[in-house]
């Protein structure tokens, strides 16, 4: 289906309901990979049983987090509750992993209000037993606020770890551009710039990544109606630094599948969860479309095309509230 893409599921509660009985998953079930590789689990994650029922005495190496800072899930909640919540489910995480193991957390910072909750999620860490490493920066190629602010165009990425975790220098060789002059060298008595004391015309990564696409519509990774979906890219740079073939790679905010699909290319079990049905549906469906057609994404398509052409109901409701030509 071309040039329909589903508008946002999380705020459509009529949507969501039209879309669960097309949904393999009730809040407790767990679906394990044939041929053995990967889990997807419809659980709370910060039920520390349902956790240890996923994992099965297993332990992983890397967790990749994207929890909802966006608030969508905690209208009626404040900063105070959000952050006593991600604690727990923080700890949980700690107790699944091995004794040396990486911690990346997505977070946003609202600048209109004190730029929670990153602040407060960052005291919160210092509590717990891991131990902070970096604070990573991904400058999105769009921003937003250009009227009356200065231009938004970054995305947080918290890194911890737990232990002494062997990091993949090769993850560091990018094609990260050399984009900034200076730091003059006198070099046989000429002074030189940065961008010419190498043959190389890209940088190792540091903690500010500017080669990483925004995931939009036109891209093939793109996930129609998953909202703040991050870059394949991104995370298979995570994955490429701090796991090797085999191990075992955590997501518990699965939302779009994203880690899962990292894992599935570059060779990785990934155990992921999600509390919404209708998110490990997708999930799954991604998996399944990837294996079937190489595909990474549904660019101008959706997930759930199929069901929206055969479904009267769902065909109806999407053509009167958004006024779409199916």
């Not at 509660?13 to 889990?39: A, M, N, S, T, V």
């Not at 923080?90 to 004190?114: C, E, H, M, P, R």
Request: with cysteine; aromatic share 12%.
């Amino acid at each position: 289906m071309t040039n329909f893409p589903l508008p946002r599921i999380d705020k459509d509660p009529e949507l969501k309901k039209l879309l669960l009985p097309y949904c393999r998953f009730q809040i407790g079930d767990i679906w394990e990979d044939k041929i053995g590789k990967h889990i997807i689990a419809c659980i709370d994650i910060a039920d520390k049983n349902s956790l240890k029922k996923i994992m099965d005495g297993k332990e992983a190496v890397l967790s990749i987090q994207d929890p909802p800072y966006n608030f969508v899930a905690f209208k009626e909640t404040n900063t105070v509750k959000f952050i006593n919540w991600c604690e727990k489910w923080v700890k949980n995480i700690y107790s699944v992993l091995d004794t040396d193991a990486f911690f990346y957390v997505w977070l946003g910072a609202d600048q209109k209000n004190g730029f929670s909750p990153l602040p407060e999620f960052m005291k919160m860490m210092k509590s717990v037993k891991f131990k902070s490493k970096s604070f990573i920066t991904l400058r999105n190629q769009r921003g937003y606020g250009t009227q009356k602010n200065w231009m938004s165009i970054r995305q947080e990425l918290l890194y911890y770890i737990k232990g002494n975790p062997g990091f993949n220098i090769k993850a560091e060789h990018t094609d990260i551009p050399k984009i900034l002059k200076g730091y003059y060298k006198t070099v046989n008595g000429q002074q030189t710039e940065n961008i010419e004391r190498s043959k190389s015309a890209n940088i190792r990564a540091g903690n500010v990544w500017v080669d990483i696409q925004q995931v939009f519509y036109r891209m093939e990774e793109n996930v129609n109606g998953c909202y703040a979906q991050k870059p394949l890219k991104a995370i298979e740079r995570i994955i490429k630094a701090g796991s090797k073939k085999n191990d075992i790679v955590i997501d518990f905010f699965s939302h779009s599948g994203t880690t899962l699909i990292g894992c599935e290319k570059m060779g990785r079990k990934c155990f992921t969860s999600d509390i919404d049905p209708i998110f490990c549906e997708i999930t799954l469906r991604r998996l399944e479309n990837f294996r079937k057609t190489g595909k990474t994404g549904w660019q101008n398509s959706n997930p759930f095309a199929k069901e929206i052409i055969n479904d009267k109901k769902l065909k109806s409701y999407l053509t009167k509230k958004y006024d779409y030509k199916i």
